[in-house]
């Protein structure tokens, strides 16, 4: 078991906007960081089995004028996007023999994400001289309250069975197969926030390798 903690100052953070741009200015921040971790291990004959969980939590600080922010109060906490509060591996491996076989699965929880609040079109009424009754303006996208929210937590399965083979002396070729994402969960890597399509995390996968060894 292994607990720590940090509080860090004058960290560089993006001041908070409104409307949803591409470049933003920047502004200092405090933050508080702790957490707790604990492994375990258990070995017996050919079998090995890790097991690892993971708390942790950060949170910054800053002034709402330098934030930009449209909250209450004189300062304001939130947690960054990279704030993962849990997180959990077991990790399997069985020697049998000739062959090796391995199962890693891990979760994670949900990290912090800024929502949308909605979408208008804005119009530049000094360039409609042209035209007046064709332009359709330009679309705009508009931030709820900076991570707000929290993605879907995720999880994965990962399988393989490897073996060695020894051509000659000094010469050794390693085949492994194996899946990514066994089960093919369907894990969120992000949203575009303007077509609202959802690309995700790797699918399920298999795969064949070959790794020639030479001594």
């Not at 002034?63 to 993962?84: I, K, M, N, Q």
């Amino acid at each position: 078991v292994e607990g720590w903690g940090k509080r860090m100052s004058n960290l560089p953070v993006p001041r908070w906007t409104s409307v949803v741009r591409f470049n933003t200015s920047l502004t200092r921040a405090k933050a508080l960081a702790y957490g707790v971790d604990v492994s375990a291990r258990y070995k017996r004959g050919p079998l090995r089995v890790d097991l690892s969980y993971g708390y942790s939590r950060t949170t910054y600080e800053a002034g709402r004028d330098a934030l930009g922010a449209w909250t209450g109060g004189e300062v304001v906490e939130y947690s960054p996007p990279h704030d993962l509060r849990h997180q959990v591996s077991v990790r399997a491996q069985a020697d049998l023999g000739v062959l090796t076989s391995n199962l890693s699965w891990t979760f994670a929880s949900g990290r912090p994400f800024t929502q949308v609040f909605g979408y208008d079109t804005l119009q530049e009424l000094r360039a409609l001289r042209d035209d007046p009754l064709e332009d359709v303006g330009v679309p705009r996208a508009f931030y709820n309250r900076p991570y707000g929210g929290r993605l879907p937590s995720t999880h994965r399965l990962d399988v393989s069975i490897r073996r060695q083979f020894e051509l000659r002396s000094g010469l050794l070729i390693q085949a492994e197969a194996g899946a990514i994402n066994a089960y093919d969960r369907a894990n969120v890597f992000y949203v575009d926030i303007f077509t609202l399509d959802r690309v995700d995390q790797l699918p399920f996968l298999p795969y064949l390798s070959l790794t020639v060894k030479v001594n």
